[in-house]
């Protein structure tokens, strides 16, 4: 499995709509894997002075992280692979 960042321009995006678009990011990882292509939900970063969000995703691929995107409606500008950085606590 590999990293991806998901690269959002969320213009206009009230913080009640980014709680539920990560609610949706969540559950449609959720479903695909149960149904046995597994993506996991890493965690989102967002800056509101540029209305840029990046999500992280564990995956397969970058096409599973897309198609789980995609079933949960959200946009994206671009699906990259990417590292991630985090200290083990």
Request: charged share 20%; hydrophobic share 45%.
């Amino acid at each position: 499995m590999a990293v991806y960042m998901v690269e959002r321009d969320l213009k206009g995006i009230t913080m009640p709509q980014l709680a539920g678009a990560q609610q949706a990011a969540i559950a449609a990882s959720q479903r695909f894997t149960a149904d046995g292509t597994a993506v996991r939900y890493i965690r989102s970063t967002f800056v509101p002075g540029e209305a840029r969000c990046m999500c992280l995703f564990d995956a397969s691929s970058a096409d599973d992280v897309r198609k789980v995107n995609d079933a949960a409606q959200l946009p994206y500008v671009r699906i990259v692979e990417a590292l991630d950085l985090t200290p083990a606590s």
